[in-house]
């Protein structure tokens, strides 16, 4: 056991972006902290891979919460406290929206973006503004909740906006603002980022992804994301966080609902004062607390009651041309035959055709992200993650090629390319490729379903009632800021906040 030490004050277990949040963060407060990581690398779906000697992105479309050097967000700025140095390249716009009837491109900026909306549907740019302006406030308002908890009464002094709006969906508080049916498509592409469809999307889920990505622009890291894993983890051994890789947790030993440290599947026994565990709730609950007599049966009921997210498929092409010579022409595309998005959710349990295709063009934020004379180009569809529970070994192969074939031909059709006659490299990405890599729950990369019931604001309030093992703290996409890379950092800060609040107060009650 001289590999590791006899005790940690905290076992992180994950090595990607919420994980090494967590560690950066306690290691920046001056505790031991251990990283366990199962893959050979950190980062999780932050990463990138070679093919035919070309670097590729696995995963990043774009991040959000980043803000240039002198303005940052909360994300962006996190990165620059911990001393991670990211060379951050900004995203040229926020997307180009493909409709039958509609091919618009918007960019950041709120009043940038109302104005192109007033170009395509005119008589809107008011409405259109006085909708974003109040996306910032609730936006503003999630930021300073989320920080510094209140009162009810305080909050409705204070975020009447947030309070007024937080019971109603997206499609409720769009349809107060009475605009045309083509302007409100235009303001919809986003959601598949969050993945519910309007009907079931808190307002305030919306809110703060259009303030985000809309107000601010987005980012990439020049690097690819494993920038920011690799960095990360560099950064973490620098503060002293010990890393260590190939090494998965099997079991969280809990004590008198109490977590006491872990054992790897290599059989090594760690003991620590805290786990931070970026393994989802329902693995973790049905086969990784030793003994499992110490679950209670409302962990169960917890786990059974949240509906899992999306998961991703996609296709990533290195191409034999500049983007422009094969006719495309933007940095992120959208492309539906309708922006019905409940319509288009429910379409997401099927294992396709899909009706929704969200491509990316890297080279359009960075020129080198390719060779000279290629480019690369991404189509990714995000079905929900148990779709493809029902595809079997033997139909593996079939589904993801038919899938595969049939969104590059649609966007060869829409780019009057064939991309095929252009492929230097071909990936395909599914549902079973993130379970096995991340160890994901059904390759579910979104955490839980946003849904009216079940939301940011309803969590922060059930988050004490759902600790069911004391000094256990989850991190990941699962956790109460949702999905994605940025909320995956925030998520893994708050692991570590809620660490850090608790050893205090386990001091404050020793010194009374
Ligand atoms: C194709 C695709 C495109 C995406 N595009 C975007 C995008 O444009 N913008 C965005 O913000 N997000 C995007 N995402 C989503 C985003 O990547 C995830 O929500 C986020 O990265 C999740 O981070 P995480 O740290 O929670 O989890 P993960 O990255 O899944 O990491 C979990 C880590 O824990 C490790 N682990 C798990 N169990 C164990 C164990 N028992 N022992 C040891 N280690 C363990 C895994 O190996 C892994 O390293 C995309 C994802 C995919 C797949």
Redesign the pocket.
């Given at each position: 056991m001289d590999f590791y030490r006899d005790h940690y004050d905290v076992i992180v277990?994950?090595?990607?972006?919420?994980?090494l949040s967590s560690a950066l963060m306690l290691a920046d407060k001056g505790l031991d902290v251990l990283v366990?990581?199962?893959?050979n690398l950190?980062?999780?779906?932050?990463t990138s891979f070679v093919r035919g000697g070309i670097e590729i992105e696995?995963?990043?479309?774009?991040?959000?919460s980043i803000g240039p050097r002198d303005a940052r967000l909360k994300v962006g700025k996190f990165f620059d406290d911990m001393g991670v140095d990211i060379d951050w390249l900004k995203v040229p716009e926020c997307y180009h929206a493909s409709l039958p009837d509609l091919e618009v491109t918007l960019h950041p900026g709120f009043k940038t973006f109302a104005g192109e909306i007033e170009s395509a549907v005119p008589g809107t740019y008011g409405k259109v503004m006085k909708l974003l302006e109040l996306c910032h406030t609730v936006f503003d308002s999630v930021n300073e909740l989320s920080v510094h908890p209140m009162s009810k009464v305080q909050m409705l002094l204070k975020h009447e906006a947030f309070v007024k709006t937080a019971g109603y969906s997206t499609k409720e508080v769009l349809d107060t603002f009475d605009l045309p049916q083509k302007a409100l498509d235009l303001l919809a592409p986003y959601w598949i980022?969050v993945g519910s469809g309007f009907e079931e999307l808190p307002f305030t889920i919306y809110a703060v992804l259009m303030a985000d990505y809309v107000g601010y622009g987005s980012y990439i890291p020049r690097h690819f994301?494993h920038e920011m894993s690799l960095k990360m983890a560099e950064r973490a051994e620098a503060m002293g966080v010990q890393i260590e890789y190939r090494?998965?947790?099997?079991k969280i030993l809990v004590k008198d609902k109490k977590a006491y440290g872990v054992r790897t599947k290599r059989g090594d026994e760690i003991h620590s004062d805290y786990v931070i565990c970026?393994?989802y709730p329902n693995?973790v609950y049905t086969s990784?607390i030793e003994p499992a007599s110490e679950v209670p049966a409302a962990a169960f009921k917890m786990v059974n009651g949240r509906r899992l997210s999306l998961s991703?498929f996609?296709v990533i092409l290195i191409l034999d041309r500049p983007a422009e010579e094969l006719n495309i022409r933007d940095y992120s595309i959208f492309r539906g035959d309708t922006m019905d998005t409940d319509v288009l959710y429910r379409d997401l349990a099927g294992l396709g055709p899909y009706r929704y295709l969200t491509c990316i063009c890297h080279n359009y934020a960075n020129p080198e992200a390719t060779p000279p004379g290629t480019c690369s180009f991404s189509v990714?569809v995000l079905p929900q993650a148990d779709a493809w529970k029902s595809v079997t070994a033997d139909r593996y192969d079939e589904v993801k090629h038919r899938i595969a074939r049939q969104v590059i031909s649609d966007m060869s059709a829409y780019f009057g390319t064939d991309l095929l006659e252009h492929v230097l490299e071909a990936v395909i990405?599914t549902p079973m490729t993130?379970a096995r890599?991340?160890?994901?729950w059904n390759g579910c990369?979104?955490?839980y379903a946003h849904t009216m019931d079940d939301h940011i604001v309803a969590r922060l309030q059930t988050a004490e009632e759902e600790k069911f093992i004391e000094r256990l703290e989850f991190?990941?996409?699962?956790q109460i800021s949702g999905?994605?890379?940025?909320?995956?950092v925030t998520?893994?800060r708050k692991a570590a906040k809620n660490v850090l609040d608790d050893i205090r107060k386990r001091k404050e009650a020793a010194a009374k």
């Open positions: 277990i994950g090595g990607a972006l919420a994980g366990l990581e199962r893959h950190p980062g999780g779906v932050s696995a995963a990043l479309h774009e991040m959000m980022y994301s090494q998965q947790v099997e970026s393994a693995k990784m991703a996609s990714t990405e993130i890599y991340t160890g994901a990369i979104y955490g991190s990941g996409a699962h999905d994605g890379m940025g909320p995956a998520n893994g």
